[in-house]
Nanobody, 115 residues
């Protein structure tokens, strides 16, 4: 069974920073491509950042230059360093991977940036 558990969310003022973590188990993390998604109230879930098993990364235009995705294969952890946070970054952030023919999601962690 694949388990993904996010942590690190919270309330931060505009311009502040947060680091999200995702602890993974039940899969060969080192060969898994991993993603961060977010869902704001009333909006569709959107892909924020991706990191391939080989370390290649991709970002949504809205977070390019402000967010950095990384991974620690030894600890089976995925990270999202977020800086210069804006009110429009307010959302629930989810860790996601595709394994054994299906998508796996964590329960999410709330990030709130008040306007």
């Amino acid at each position: 069974q694949v388990y993904l558990v996010e942590s690190g969310g919270g309330l931060v003022h505009p311009g502040g920073s947060l680091r999200l973590s995702c602890a993974a188990s039940g899969l060969n993390f080192g060969i898994s491509d991993m993603n961060w998604y977010r869902q704001a109230p009333g909006k569709q879930r959107e892909l924020v950042a991706s990191i391939k098993s080989g370390g290649g990364t991709n970002y949504a235009d809205s977070v390019m230059g402000r967010f950095t995705v990384s991974r620690d294969n030894g600890r089976r952890r995925l990270y999202l360093q977020m800086s210069d946070l804006k009110p429009e970054d307010t959302a629930v952030y989810y860790c996601q991977t595709h394994n054994r023919g299906r998508d796996h999601w964590g329960r999410g962690t709330q990030v709130t940036v008040p306007s």
